[in-house]
């Protein structure tokens, strides 16, 4: 390979990835050309910070790496920097707990593999969602990449215990679902293309995964221009324990009360307090407006 024509690569980590996966991959040096930067993040949304400084520096991919948050602040460093989709490309190296979006390119989860398919550069244009919410300081808007939901699973994100999900990984999760399951749950309303649908539970994708590799929403691709969306007007320990046997097994059967739409923008209200996350990271509270961006984002894939 020539080194002279290739892309300037600022790989932005996160050095409390799960496991020390993170200082697994520091170690290999010897795998990277010395035009690539290591930048760590040292706290909340540094990695948004510095995502837009590597863009305007002219870096031309920017790699998350580390688990899905580390990804989510990434993307929304672009959101910074003007013609940044045409500027620089977004790659990952999955460091974290679940890597749904890393599942998602189908990029391989041993960190040499993954590296190496960064160094091809093969590239996918895919679509972004922007949500965009008021807040006490004003309103704001955030990209994703794969995912995000309201009502129940953004209440489980919320009672996750951070010494938990260290020791337990993903069924941290579990445990804090079904401390959320005995609260008094939320009514959502999802407005969509001019109809009202009503639940306990939405879920909506830019991909097919949630949660690792369970195919929530089996009609999704990336670069179709639409949201796919779950609306659950049941939510009990029948159908959790009907998702779990599909996570198991692979076959995913929906109960037959979820509502499946895809549409490319939708409202999210409640009559009461209600958090709703993206790419599984508690973000904010309904309302919240949310949208599709076609083809904006520039991916590296295997």
């Known amino acids: 390979m020539d080194l002279s024509v290739m892309p300037r690569i600022c790989v932005i980590y996160n050095p409390a990835a799960q496991g020390g996966r993170s200082k697994r991959f520091l170690k290999h040096r010897d795998w990277f050309d010395s035009d ?38 990434v993307l929304n460093g672009f959101d910074l920097v003007e013609d940044s989709f045409k500027r620089a490309r977004l790659a990952v190296v999955p460091l974290g707990t679940v890597n749904v979006f890393a ?30 919410f008021e807040t006490p300081a004003g309103p704001r808007r955030k990209l994703f990449a794969q995912l995000g939901g309201a009502g129940l699973d953004a209440r489980a994100i919320e009672l996750v215990e951070w010494e938990q999900k260290k020791k337990l990984l993903q069924f941290a999760y579990v445990i804090a679902g079904l401390k959320a399951l005995r609260e008094p749950r939320s009514e959502i309303i999802c407005e969509a293309d001019g109809k009202l ?29 639409k949201l796919h969306v779950c609306v659950f007007q049941k939510v009990n320990l029948w159908v959790a324990f009907r998702y779990g046997l599909g996570f198991i097994s692979g076959n995913v059967r929906p109960p037959a009360s979820v509502q499946y739409l895809q549409t490319s923008a939708f409202r999210l209200t409640s009559d009461s307090r209600a958090p709703f996350e993206l ?22 894939v295997p």
Do not use: C
Request: glycine share 14%; charged share 25%.
């Open 103 to 132: 599942k998602e390119l189908d990029m391989p989860m041993h960190l040499r593999r993954g590296w190496e398919s960064i160094m091809r550069g093969q590239e996918r244009q895919i679509d972004v969602g922007v949500a965009e």
């Open 197 to 225: 649908y009503r639940g306990g539970l939405v879920l909506f994708g830019n991909g097919k995964f949630y949660g690792g590799r369970l195919p929530i929403f089996p009609l999704a691709n990336l670069s179709d221009g």
């Open 279 to 300: 790419e599984g990271d508690l973000i904010g509270h309904l309302p919240v407006d949310i949208s599709i961006h076609s083809e904006k984002l520039r991916v590296v």
């Open 36 to 73: 690539t930067v290591f930048r760590p993040t040292d706290g909340p949304q540094a990695a948004t910070r510095l995502a837009a400084q590597a863009i305007e520096e002219g870096f031309e991919t920017v790699v998350a790496a580390g688990g899905d948050g580390t990804l989510s602040e």
